[in-house]
């Protein structure tokens, strides 16, 4: 049975966790990798190598700690509700993951780097003017000899300039699901990657693969099998997504309800006005809502459970929450809430990005009415 009781070591991590947020990553940390080339915040991501946080939930025989995906959802709420500046999602979930499932033994010894934080991989998948299903995959693998050559483009690759390797989503056949995936060193010759701006100021590159000679050995799994690695990663990678919204979700309606009891209007306090109050009210009921879904979720993987539902409508219900709360707390803070030195603008920025990322709106809610008219 789903027990909303963290223990008193997942309590001891969540302190951790927000305390080296606070020590390493403070806020003028995430202004600062606004929009930087590299954008990690370098001395936080090797205090979470060392202190075990990026191979938490890595077997230990890789470095890792061998946790479940609810300790997981702690580190993930403290993170987005620091923002914390670092390629955890990327390299140590997502990209780790598949290495796990379906690389080699010489693929699986990247997760010890990636455990410590000394290797960074970042997955390469979304591209242009395609979605997040099977068939946005265009670029494409063909075989050369002995080496596949990949030709195509490739959006929103997080820290590409940060990253040692790439997870390459490509296309190598006809069908909708003939999709593999490749490590690629972000050195190879044929790379080129061009920085662009996001709405959340995160670093985001354009890459080009322009005959990218890759040898075979470079493929996770057998030929054909990469969506379904993929699909299995993301299912759990969304979960800690919309954990991740929770916490930011939760800071923003913090920091926006000590202003509404700090700012004064007409000689009361803006908590004092029923429509705000009743603002905040409907923002802290669905916080809750959204939180409880997420532990269930990771709960429900943690016991071996199908999430191949809840997943989805994790991400479907936080992402919207995590917009509405933030631009609810706007509207409290008014025309100073969207200059620059007011925090509450840094969590509206990346509550509408992250609702765009790792499956956007319309794919949970295929993948929910899937489920339910099944």
């Known amino acids: 049975m789903l027990n909303l009781d963290f223990t008193e070591e997942q309590n001891m991590l969540?302190?951790?966790v927000r305390g080296l947020c606070t020590d390493l990553a403070p806020f003028e940390k995430v202004r600062e990798m606004e929009d930087h080339p590299d954008g990690v915040a370098r001395e936080l991501w090797a205090q979470l190598g060392e202190l075990g946080i990026n191979g938490l939930m890595l077997p230990e025989e890789y470095g890792g700690s061998g946790m479940s995906l609810i300790e997981g959802v702690i580190v993930y709420e403290e993170l987005g509700r620091?923002?914390?500046p670092v390629p955890h999602f990327h390299s140590c979930v997502l990209?780790?993951?598949a290495i796990l499932r379906a690389g080699s033994?010489?693929?699986k010894a990247l997760l010890s780097g990636i455990a410590s934080g000394e290797t960074i991989i970042t997955p390469a998948w979304i591209e242009p003017e395609n979605g997040y299903a099977p068939k946005g995959v265009q670029l494409t693998a063909t075989a050369d000899g002995g080496d596949l050559v990949l030709n195509g483009t490739k959006m929103h690759v997080y820290f590409a300039q940060a990253a040692?390797?790439?997870l390459v989503l490509a296309r190598s056949g006809a069908g909708d699901t003939d999709v593999d995936l490749f490590l690629v060193p972000t050195n190879t010759a044929g790379v080129t990657m061009e920085q662009r701006m996001s709405i959340s100021s995160d670093t985001?590159?354009?890459?080009?693969?322009?005959?990218?000679r890759i040898p075979t050995s470079s493929r996770l799994g057998a030929a054909g099998s990469g969506w379904a690695t993929w699909d299995d990663v993301m299912l759990e990678g969304v979960i800690l997504a919309s954990a991740q919204a929770m916490g930011g979700a939760d800071y923003a309606l913090h920091i926006t309800a000590e202003y509404s009891k700090d700012r004064r209007q007409f000689d009361k306090a803006l908590a004092e006005f029923q429509a705000i109050s009743h603002g905040l009210a409907d923002a802290r009921t669905e916080l809750d809502g959204g939180k409880i879904l997420v532990y269930e979720a990771a709960w429900a993987q943690s016991v071996g459970k199908d999430i191949s539902r809840l997943a989805p409508m994790c991400k479907l219900f936080t992402?919207?929450?995590y917009r509405d709360i933030t631009a609810m707390a706007q509207q409290v803070f008014g025309?100073?809430?969207?200059t620059l030195e007011y925090d509450i603008q840094l969590y509206f920025r990346r509550a509408k990005q992250l609702q765009l990322s790792w499956w956007d709106v319309n794919t949970c809610e295929e993948r929910v009415a899937e489920s339910v008219l099944a």
Do not use: T
């Open 14 to 16: 969540r302190d951790m």
């Open 82 to 84: 620091a923002l914390a």
């Open 95 to 97: 990209s780790a993951g």
């Open 105 to 107: 033994d010489d693929q």
């Open 164 to 166: 040692d390797q790439m």
């Open 204 to 212: 985001q590159f354009r890459v080009e693969f322009n005959d990218v």
């Open 319 to 321: 992402g919207k929450v």
């Open 335 to 338: 025309g100073v809430g969207f």
